[in-house]
C-alpha cells in the first residue's frame, strides 16, 4: 500500500497525540498533520489547494467554535478539484442516532468511525 | 400574576340591558358593550378579552351562530349566553355548536351573574396557567436533552481517549513510552473525574435546599485557596486578596464554595504563560447587607465576541484548554439562585475582572 497523506482535526490534545502516534505506528502513513481547530484545518485546505496530495481527513465532531458538521457546511463550499483530492471519515465518540443519521447521509462524509479509532476499520475503507 | 379587572365584552341589542349590567359591574370589572355583532367583531381584533357575554337573540345572528363564529379564532374567551327564554334548541346548539360555559336567564340575578363570571375567569386563568406550564416544560425538556447530549459527550470522550492511549500502548514494548502512556491516562481520568464532579455541583446547585448560615469570607478563600493550589497546572501562580467584612453576612455557603472554585480554577487554567508574573487578586467587600466581590487576573482573557456567552450551559470560548462548558453555566446558577448578579470585562490578551455583587440573605 502506498503511504497516505493524514490531516487529524480534534479540539483533543490527547486525542491528536493517541491517533498521530497510532497512524504513524500502524505504517499506514508517515505524515499526519494535526489541527486542533476546524477553522484553522479549513484555512489550510484553502490555501494549499493545488499543492495538497491526495489526502484523509479524519474529523471530530464535537469541537468548539466550529463542528464537524459546521466544518462539512464550510468544506461543501470548497472548489471541487479540492474535494477531489480529500476523503473524509468523521472521528467521533458520539453513540447519539441524530449525529450518526447526520453523517451517514452528508455527501461528504464517508463514514463515521468511532472512538477509539481502529486502524483494521480504516485500513479497510481505504482499501 | 398582576390584578388588572377581568376584561368583559357584552353583547346585546337590548341597549337597557347593556346599561344596566354596565352600572352594576363597572366598579369590578373592566367592561365593554356593543349592541352589534358586526362591532363586536371589531372589538374583538383591537382588544383582548377574557369572557364575552351574548344575548341569544339579536338581529343578524343569534349569540350560538356568534360564538360558533368566533370560536376558532378567539379559543381562549370563556363563553356565557344570556337568554330569556329557556329554549332547549338554543341550549343544546349553544353547548355543541358554541361550546358555552355557562347560561344566564333573563331577567337576571346579579348574584348569579357575579358568580358565573368570576367562575368562568378562574377557568380561563387556569388554562392560562397550564398553558404556560406547559411551554416551561417543553423549554425544561429541551434544555435537558441538550443536557443529556453534551453530557453524555463529555463523559465518553475521556473514556474513548483512555482505550485508544490503550490500544496504542499495547504495540509498544518500550517501557520508557508505557510510563508516558500511563500519565496521559491519569490526566484523561483526571478530566473525567471534573467532570463528573461539575455534574455534581449543578445538580446539588439546582435542587439541593439551600441552607443559609454565617460567612466568613477570609475562611472560605482560604479553604479554597488550600484545594487548588496544588494543581499542576498552578505554576508560578500568586494569589492576593484583600478582603473587608464587616457585620453578618448570610448566605449559602455551598453555593459561595461552588462559584469561587470554579472562578479560581478558571483564572488558573487560563493564565497567560508569555506573561512575566501571573497573577489572581480576590477582593471581597461585605457588610450585612451586601457582599461585592472582585476577581481579576492577567491571564488570557475573554474575546469579545464571547463575553456573552461563555455562561451559556456547554459553551466553549477557546480551542485549546477548553473545559466542558458547564463551569460557569454553575457559577451563573448559583448567582441568580442567591438574587446575585456577576459582570465581566475582560480584554483579550490582557485579563479579565469578575465582578459579583450578592445580596446577605437575612431571613
Do not use: C
Given at each position: 500500500m502506498n503511504f497516505i497523506n493524514i490531516i487529524l482535526i480534534d479540539d483533543s490534545a490527547f486525542d491528536l497525540f493517541i491517533y498521530e502516534k497510532l497512524l504513524i505506528k500502524s505504517g499506514i502513513t508517515r505524515t499526519v498533520k494535526t489541527f486542533n481547530s476546524a477553522r484553522e484545518a479549513l484555512k489550510f485546505l484553502i490555501s494549499e489547494e493545488s499543492a495538497l496530495p491526495q489526502t484523509v481527513i479524519l474529523l471530530d465532531l464535537q469541537?468548539?467554535?466550529?463542528?464537524g458538521f459546521d466544518f462539512i457546511d464550510a468544506y461543501a463550499k470548497v472548489p471541487e478539484g479540492l474535494k477531489n483530492k480529500i476523503q473524509i471519515f468523521m472521528l467521533s465518540s458520539t453513540i447519539d442516532s441524530r449525529d450518526i443519521e447526520k453523517a451517514r447521509s452528508s455527501?461528504?462524509?464517508?463514514d463515521l468511525l468511532p472512538k477509539p479509532l481502529e486502524i483494521e476499520v480504516l485500513k479497510n475503507r481505504l482499501a | 400574576m398582576s390584578n388588572k379587572p377581568i376584561r368583559i365584552l357584552y353583547i346585546d341589542d337590548e341597549e337597557h340591558n347593556l346599561h344596566s349590567f354596565k352600572a352594576t359591574f363597572r366598579k369590578q370589572w373592566d367592561i365593554t358593550t356593543t349592541i352589534s355583532v358586526v362591532e363586536a367583531l371589531e372589538i374583538l381584533a383591537s382588544k383582548d378579552f377574557n369572557i364575552i357575554l351574548a344575548d341569544?337573540?339579536?338581529?343578524?345572528?343569534?349569540g350560538v351562530q356568534f360564538f360558533e363564529k368566533i370560536r376558532d379564532q378567539y379559543p381562549n374567551i370563556i363563553r356565557i349566553l344570556i337568554t330569556g327564554h329557556t329554549d332547549i334548541g338554543a341550549a343544546i346548539d349553544a353547548i355543541n355548536?358554541?361550546?358555552?360555559f355557562r347560561f344566564i336567564d333573563k331577567p337576571w340575578d346579579y348574584v348569579y351573574v357575579e358568580n358565573a363570571i368570576t367562575h368562568a375567569y378562574d377557568i380561563y386563568k387556569t388554562r392560562e396557567d397550564l398553558k404556560q406550564r406547559n411551554i416551561e416544560l417543553q423549554k425544561a425538556n429541551e434544555e435537558l436533552d441538550k443536557f443529556v447530549y453534551s453530557a453524555s459527550h463529555d463523559l465518553r470522550a475521556p473514556l474513548m481517549s483512555v482505550l485508544g492511549i490503550v490500544n496504542l500502548a499495547l504495540l509498544e514494548d518500550d517501557l520508557q513510552s508505557q510510563n508516558e502512556y500511563l500519565e496521559l491516562i491519569r490526566k484523561s481520568v483526571k478530566k473525567l473525574d471534573t467532570f463528573i464532579i461539575n455534574i455534581i455541583d449543578y445538580y446539588k446547585n439546582a435542587r439541593g435546599v439551600p441552607v443559609i448560615s454565617n460567612i466568613n469570607f477570609e475562611e472560605l478563600i482560604t479553604e479554597v485557596q488550600a484545594t487548588i493550589?496544588?494543581?499542576?497546572?498552578?505554576?508560578r501562580l500568586k494569589i492576593t486578596s484583600d478582603i473587608q467584612q464587616e457585620g453578618v453576612f448570610k448566605s449559602d455557603v455551598m453555593k459561595l464554595r461552588i462559584i469561587f472554585n470554579n472562578l479560581i480554577n478558571n483564572a488558573v487554567k487560563f493564565q497567560?504563560?508569555?506573561?512575566e508574573n501571573p497573577f489572581i487578586h480576590l477582593k471581597v467587600e461585605a457588610s450585612s447587607e451586601h457582599a461585592k466581590i472582585i476577581i481579576e487576573d492577567n491571564g488570557m482573557g475573554i474575546r469579545e465576541i464571547d463575553q456573552d456567552k461563555i455562561?451559556?450551559?456547554?459553551?466553549?470560548?477557546?480551542?485549546?484548554?477548553?473545559?466542558?462548558?458547564?463551569g460557569l453555566y454553575i457559577v451563573h446558577e448559583a448567582i441568580s439562585k442567591l438574587g446575585g448578579g456577576i459582570n465581566i470585562s475582560s480584554v483579550y490578551g490582557t485579563g479579565s475582572i469578575f465582578e459579583l455583587n450578592l445580596p446577605s440573605i437575612n431571613k
Amino acid at each position: 500500500m502506498n503511504f497516505i497523506n493524514i490531516i487529524l482535526i480534534d479540539d483533543s490534545a490527547f486525542d491528536l497525540f493517541i491517533y498521530e502516534k497510532l497512524l504513524i505506528k500502524s505504517g499506514i502513513t508517515r505524515t499526519v498533520k494535526t489541527f486542533n481547530s476546524a477553522r484553522e484545518a479549513l484555512k489550510f485546505l484553502i490555501s494549499e489547494e493545488s499543492a495538497l496530495p491526495q489526502t484523509v481527513i479524519l474529523l471530530d465532531l464535537q469541537m468548539p467554535d466550529m463542528n464537524g458538521f459546521d466544518f462539512i457546511d464550510a468544506y461543501a463550499k470548497v472548489p471541487e478539484g479540492l474535494k477531489n483530492k480529500i476523503q473524509i471519515f468523521m472521528l467521533s465518540s458520539t453513540i447519539d442516532s441524530r449525529d450518526i443519521e447526520k453523517a451517514r447521509s452528508s455527501p461528504y462524509i464517508i463514514d463515521l468511525l468511532p472512538k477509539p479509532l481502529e486502524i483494521e476499520v480504516l485500513k479497510n475503507r481505504l482499501a | 400574576m398582576s390584578n388588572k379587572p377581568i376584561r368583559i365584552l357584552y353583547i346585546d341589542d337590548e341597549e337597557h340591558n347593556l346599561h344596566s349590567f354596565k352600572a352594576t359591574f363597572r366598579k369590578q370589572w373592566d367592561i365593554t358593550t356593543t349592541i352589534s355583532v358586526v362591532e363586536a367583531l371589531e372589538i374583538l381584533a383591537s382588544k383582548d378579552f377574557n369572557i364575552i357575554l351574548a344575548d341569544q337573540r339579536m338581529p343578524i345572528m343569534t349569540g350560538v351562530q356568534f360564538f360558533e363564529k368566533i370560536r376558532d379564532q378567539y379559543p381562549n374567551i370563556i363563553r356565557i349566553l344570556i337568554t330569556g327564554h329557556t329554549d332547549i334548541g338554543a341550549a343544546i346548539d349553544a353547548i355543541n355548536k358554541g361550546e358555552v360555559f355557562r347560561f344566564i336567564d333573563k331577567p337576571w340575578d346579579y348574584v348569579y351573574v357575579e358568580n358565573a363570571i368570576t367562575h368562568a375567569y378562574d377557568i380561563y386563568k387556569t388554562r392560562e396557567d397550564l398553558k404556560q406550564r406547559n411551554i416551561e416544560l417543553q423549554k425544561a425538556n429541551e434544555e435537558l436533552d441538550k443536557f443529556v447530549y453534551s453530557a453524555s459527550h463529555d463523559l465518553r470522550a475521556p473514556l474513548m481517549s483512555v482505550l485508544g492511549i490503550v490500544n496504542l500502548a499495547l504495540l509498544e514494548d518500550d517501557l520508557q513510552s508505557q510510563n508516558e502512556y500511563l500519565e496521559l491516562i491519569r490526566k484523561s481520568v483526571k478530566k473525567l473525574d471534573t467532570f463528573i464532579i461539575n455534574i455534581i455541583d449543578y445538580y446539588k446547585n439546582a435542587r439541593g435546599v439551600p441552607v443559609i448560615s454565617n460567612i466568613n469570607f477570609e475562611e472560605l478563600i482560604t479553604e479554597v485557596q488550600a484545594t487548588i493550589q496544588y494543581l499542576p497546572e498552578f505554576g508560578r501562580l500568586k494569589i492576593t486578596s484583600d478582603i473587608q467584612q464587616e457585620g453578618v453576612f448570610k448566605s449559602d455557603v455551598m453555593k459561595l464554595r461552588i462559584i469561587f472554585n470554579n472562578l479560581i480554577n478558571n483564572a488558573v487554567k487560563f493564565q497567560d504563560p508569555s506573561k512575566e508574573n501571573p497573577f489572581i487578586h480576590l477582593k471581597v467587600e461585605a457588610s450585612s447587607e451586601h457582599a461585592k466581590i472582585i476577581i481579576e487576573d492577567n491571564g488570557m482573557g475573554i474575546r469579545e465576541i464571547d463575553q456573552d456567552k461563555i455562561f451559556k450551559m456547554f459553551y466553549r470560548a477557546g480551542a485549546t484548554n477548553s473545559g466542558s462548558g458547564i463551569g460557569l453555566y454553575i457559577v451563573h446558577e448559583a448567582i441568580s439562585k442567591l438574587g446575585g448578579g456577576i459582570n465581566i470585562s475582560s480584554v483579550y490578551g490582557t485579563g479579565s475582572i469578575f465582578e459579583l455583587n450578592l445580596p446577605s440573605i437575612n431571613k
